[in-house]
């Protein structure tokens, strides 16, 4: 396996996938840019096609399959990034056409999926299709950053692995920082820069619902960043899980006690299904106006929580 620490724990899980033969037929690496995601995914790949693997799990570099691999040449192999700002239909489509056929050369014919959260949705239908019916000798690998542009659909039929960004000993060493939070689900969190944005997003959005500040007042924060739909899903998914005692992040555990006082379990769990209700509604648009939807979405708030301004 390769010695870089970020993806060789993901490297020995699929390693031992293989040689119990349960590799999944897709998979979905999800991860914030530079975590190794795609490194990781060219390494399966490559050790897939590999005659003659090294003892460390590598692909050899020196076979016949690897020397076409190298070039990019490998006739089972087939990569898909965006052309432009989306991946389209068409490009799907030559997935399930290459899916379709009989390997050449390899017991597998693989693809990966280069930045797969930038598909349009007739693309997404159409790779949904190719996921619903596999082959046997297929193998799918999908790399995004945001799973929530993905159709729920598509991440239900692949075996999800998020990729976590390395911890550096400073943080270590200080686990009230930003960027120590547990954001398993939300890879970009990583970034420390964009964990402290977070932070502020989580004040501005929980001063609107529990002490009812203007939508004014609030509208231009959470429109400043390009993660507030899934930060907005993730603020009221932990809202759920501490209302109800179950596991959360430590952000969501230090509003539970004005939760369950100012709105109660009821109004929090129509606050949760609201902004699940809206993420999905955008994603049947391939493009929306994000300022008229969240004002939108924040007027319906109102109506749940009795607002008033």
Not at 95 to 101: L, P, T, Y
Not at 126 to 133: D, F, G, N, P, V
Not at 147 to 175: G, M, W, Y
Not at 204 to 231: C, G
Request: proline fraction near 5%; include cysteine; aromatic fraction near 8%.
């Amino acid at each position: 396996m390769t010695n870089t620490p970020n993806i060789s724990q993901y490297q020995q899980q699929f390693v031992s996938q293989i040689a119990q033969q349960k590799l999944p037929h897709a998979l979905l690496l999800v991860g914030h840019q530079h975590v190794g995601k795609l490194a990781l995914a060219n390494w399966l790949v490559s050790l897939l096609a590999c005659l003659t693997p090294t003892k460390e799990h590598n692909a050899c570099g020196q076979c016949k399959h690897c020397l076409l691999v190298a070039q990019s040449t490998f006739p089972d192999i087939k990569h898909i990034a965006p052309n432009g700002r989306n991946i389209g239909v068409d490009e799907i489509r030559q997935v399930s056409n290459f899916i379709e056929k009989t390997p050449l050369l390899s017991a597998y014919k693989s693809v990966v999926i280069e930045d797969a959260d930038k598909m349009t949705v007739a693309a997404s239908n159409a790779l949904l299709k190719t996921l619903e019916e596999p082959t046997d000798d297929s193998f799918l690998i999908l790399v995004a950053q945001d799973i929530n542009a993905l159709l729920p659909t598509i991440v239900s039929r692949c075996q999800q692995v998020f990729i976590k960004a390395p911890i550096h000993d400073e943080q270590r060493t200080d686990q009230n920082k930003p960027s120590a939070l547990n954001s398993s689900h939300l890879p970009e969190l990583s970034d420390e820069e964009i964990a402290t944005e977070y932070q502020a997003f989580i004040a501005a959005f929980s001063a609107f619902v529990f002490e009812q500040k203007p939508i004014n007042k609030v509208l231009p924060i959470l429109l400043a960043t390009p993660h507030n739909w899934r930060w907005l899903e993730k603020i009221s998914s932990d809202w759920q899980r501490a209302i109800n005692g179950w596991e959360t992040a430590s952000d969501a555990q230090l509003i539970t006690k004005q939760a369950c006082e100012t709105l109660g379990k009821d109004k929090l769990w129509q606050l949760y299904q609201l902004t699940v209700s809206c993420i999905q509604h955008q994603k049947t648009f391939i493009q929306s106006n994000d300022q008229f939807e969240m004002e939108k979405y924040l007027t319906q708030i109102k109506t749940i929580t009795n607002h008033e301004e």
